[in-house]
């Protein structure tokens, strides 16, 4: 029985978590320095990067030696040949290095925490999961400019 007594107060508490809201700023930035520090303690994967980059550049500078095009008046000045060419492939260059960074790192991260078995902790977390992946597409473009600015 209930009582309806006026000295009586019925309080309802909401249910509260015991975990405190993350910025998503906060998680970027971890996310970023994670991801910097992976790469420094795995030297052998940047060195990988640099050897296969240099290898591209050779191939460029390679093609730029061989073709010219020459009477094309949609391209500024009237031939393009050696250097010009080669300047001009460096776009393409660019291209490669920083493709994947847009495309494949967030899969990629995702495989890694899964395979790891971060992924369960992530999503379980308070943290907000696209600061995680904007985090490590930052630390992946971070990266590939370390190898692409000595160029």
């Given at each position: 029985?209930?009582?309806?007594?006026?000295?009586?107060?019925?309080?309802?508490?909401?249910?509260?978590?015991?975990?405190?809201?993350?910025?998503s700023?906060?998680?970027?930035?971890?996310?970023?320095?994670?991801?910097?520090?992976?790469?420094?303690?795995?030297?052998?994967?940047l060195?990988?990067?640099?050897?296969?980059?240099?290898?591209?550049?050779?191939f460029f500078?390679?093609?730029?030696?061989?073709?010219?095009?020459?009477?094309?008046?949609?391209?500024?000045?009237?031939?393009l040949?050696?250097?010009?060419?080669f300047?001009?492939?460096?776009?393409?260059?660019?291209?490669?290095?920083?493709?994947?960074?847009?495309?494949?790192?967030?899969?990629?991260?995702?495989?890694?925490?899964?395979?790891?078995?971060?992924?369960?902790?992530?999503?379980?977390?308070?943290?907000?999961r696209?600061?995680?992946?904007?985090?490590?597409?930052?630390?992946?473009?971070?990266?590939?400019?370390i190898?692409?600015?000595?160029?």
């Open positions: 029985m209930i009582a309806t007594s006026p000295d009586i107060l019925i309080e309802t508490r909401a249910v509260e978590s015991l975990s405190r809201p993350v910025s700023w906060n998680v970027c930035k971890a996310t970023v320095i994670k991801e910097l520090q992976i790469a420094r303690r795995y030297l052998p994967d060195a990988g990067r640099i050897v296969e980059l240099a290898i591209r550049v050779a500078v390679l093609l730029s030696n061989v073709l010219s095009i020459k009477g094309v008046s949609s391209l500024p000045g009237p031939q040949t050696d250097r010009n060419l300047l001009f492939l460096q776009g393409s260059l660019l291209l490669l290095v920083f493709s994947g960074t847009a495309l494949s790192t967030p899969s990629e991260a995702v495989g890694e925490d899964l395979s790891s078995g971060t992924l369960e902790f992530l999503y379980s977390g308070p943290s907000s696209y600061a995680y992946f904007v985090g490590t597409v930052v630390a992946s473009a971070i990266i590939n400019q190898t692409f600015i000595p160029l």
